[in-house]
């Protein structure tokens, strides 16, 4: 049983042959209800969820559309079992919690979405429980964990039989950290060209700059603690398994999570976007063609803020496909 989780499908329909071919979607949202019945004085039991999917957007299927491509893609934060207490969901009943339960509800589910490729956040149990099982359905994967200490991470689930991998990369947010501290080292290089009499002087003040670094080390306002969440992302090319041939680039992420980190979450995505046009770029250049975009993920944002506006500039300007959820 899954609570409190939002599952987008969409239908995806590459329109035209390369290089610009369009993205049409049919978009469905789940219903969920949940069952329970009392016999006798035994406790209630608690019967399988009836999911339901209705159409909530607009968007083409792409059927009867000449020279058409047609793919399944669906994009799942599934709740990693370390984040399941019984005091977050108190709605759920507890025999629902279990991962003995939960596992086998989350293969079911998955199982009858027949996606062509999966984009899930909150992965756990990867090695013990998905790769294995979801290669039984037919499905190859690709899986990065989240830095430091976190047992969950992002994967990408593509079926064997409609699509081959041609390259990955992974992203790790925490990258901004070194990132940030060579900007600093240079900025201070530049400002530390000092005649050589006064080398010990210089020596002195940088060792007082690293002491400063190292007390303020927790602090929540300094920059190099602030962008250290260790979030993660990855990222793929895949061609297609049709007469087109067609090549496909997914990126699936999940930004950090707490509301008044904006400029955490508006960074991630920056850097996000920043090494998803390069991995294009290389694509591109290495496989002689013009792929198209998907970018899917749980990107803690709402729309109008300044994370989706960041995405959809990124649209406008090089046809991204946004799937994911806020």
Known sequence: MIMNMLIKTRTLALTGRPPLPTVTASVRRRKMSTRTSTEG????????????????????SGRGQPDCIRFRLVSYNILAQVYVKSSLFPHSPSPCLRWKARSQALLTLLKNLRADFFCLQEVDEYESFYKKNMED????????QRSGQKR???GIFYKNNGAEMLAKEIIEYND?????????????DKQN?????????AASENDSSVKSCLEHREDPNDPRVRLKRDCVGIMAAFRLK????????????HLYWDPEWADVKLAQAKYLLSRL???????TEKFGCTPSLILSGDFNSTPGDKVCNTFFLFVFFIKLSIYGSC
């Open 277 to 283: 046009a390069q991995f294009k770029t290389m694509v």
């Open 41 to 60: 004085n035994s406790s209630s039991k608690v019967a399988p969820m009836v999911r339901e999917f209705v159409r909530v957007g607009g968007g083409g």
């Open 137 to 144: 359905h037919g499905y190859s994967s690709i899986y990065v």
């Open 176 to 188: 901004l950290v070194d990132l940030l501290q060579g900007e600093t080292t240079k900025s201070a």
């Open 193 to 201: 060209e000092t005649p050589a009499n006064i080398d010990n002087g």
């Open 152 to 154: 969950d991470g992002c």
């Open 242 to 253: 049709d007469p087109f041939h067609h090549v496909v680039i997914l990126a699936n992420t």
